[in-house]
């Protein structure tokens, strides 16, 4: 049986929100779209005056519950979409997207728990759907979520998964900082290793589902770390982006 093409939409930009000086959260309403599953993405194009076209693919960041979808969007040097998405572009805005795209790297309630996430950097982003599904869900399914960034100005959502956990419903958050940390951080400082996986994350004998999502390097590198751990590969799930483009 022949498939329909998933048709690209027009989608209006109703909010802009900072994250961090080089992270912005752009939040748009789609006439027609359909329900994503937490960890899913969206393929961005952009049309120049020339009929020049540029497209990527941008993890969502919203639940299902919520309506519309919000993007997460890191500014790169030499990145065309998102240089523009997090410099030009402005709330009234329309842009095309197409999707929800990708049913490997997913995770709902239903799937249940514990669930371990690790992330680097705006890899974050669909572990963020993730994590706000679980709470809008009212889940107390066991979730840890580790983090590595370079300072503690580029942490990304950091006061919400600071209420989140605030809640004592199961979900732990642990930030690591590559780059030197503030005075008080107590988190801590150094990238991730074998012995931050296993004093941060469940272990083995509990079965965790694994979600791991950043830079190839760090993913290829805590995936192996947990297999050496005792994890079983086939609860391990990655998702992995270049330095320009790709899902982030």
């Known amino acids: 049986m022949r498939t329909s093409p998933i048709r690209w939409l027009s989608a209006e930009v109703t909010e802009i929100v900072a994250e961090t000086p080089r992270v912005k959260t752009i939040r748009l309403a789609i006439p027609g779209w359909r329900r994503q599953l937490p960890g899913q993405h969206v ?22 519950e919520e309506d519309g979808v919000a993007l997460t969007v890191e500014r790169l040097e030499d990145g065309e979409v998102s240089t523009f998405l997090t410099g030009e572009l402005r709330v009234g805005d329309q842009i095309e997207l197409r999707g ?27 572990l963020m759907a993730m994590v706000r599904h679980r709470a809008a869900q009212a889940s107390r399914v066991p979730m840890h ?65 694994a979600y791991i999502c950043g830079p190839t390097p760090l993913v290829e590198s805590a995936a ?7 994890h079983a590969p086939e609860r391990i799930w990655t998702e992995r982006f270049g330095p320009t483009g790709g899902v982030s």
């Open 43 to 64: 393929d961005v194009r952009l049309t120049a005056e020339d009929g020049y076209q540029a497209q990527r693919s941008y993890s969502i960041a919203s639940p299902p």
């Open 100 to 126: 929800p795209l990708g049913g490997y790297f997913t995770w709902t309630v239903e799937q249940g728990g514990p669930v371990a996430l690790v992330g680097g950097g705006s890899g974050i982003v669909p």
């Open 145 to 209: 979520l580790l983090c590595s960034w370079r300072t503690a100005d580029d942490v990304i959502y950091r006061d919400e998964l600071a209420r989140l956990a605030a809640r004592g419903d199961g979900l732990v958050v642990t930030h690591t900082l590559t780059r030197g940390a503030p005075g008080g951080w107590r988190g801590p400082t150094r990238r991730i290793d074998r012995e931050m996986l296993r004093e941060v994350l469940p272990g083995p004998g509990a079965r965790p589902s």
């Open 224 to 230: 192996t770390l947990l297999v050496s751990l005792g």
